[in-house]
């Protein structure tokens, strides 16, 4: 795993396992992000959740041969 930026985002807690969560703005403070979900969750009454990134996936390189 390579290092990448850590970054949180903020999304509607979800109610059911179908739910679809669509953060769209990133922070780059966990206190940044905990404090626009408060504000969110006050503004419309319902749970927000923060998330963390944990790892940048990027594509294979089609051009890197495996050692193996």
Excluded at 33 to 58: C, D, M, R, Y
Excluded at 59 to 68: A, G
Aim: proline fraction near 9%.
């Amino acid at each position: 795993m390579q290092p990448f930026e850590k970054f949180f985002m903020v999304a509607q807690k979800p109610t059911h396992p179908n739910a679809k969560t669509a953060p769209k703005v990133r922070y780059s403070s966990e206190i940044k992000a905990h404090e626009a979900a408060q504000k969110l969750a006050n503004s419309i009454g319902k749970p927000f959740v923060v998330l963390e990134a944990v790892a940048t996936v990027k594509p294979k390189d089609t051009n890197q041969k495996d050692l193996f």
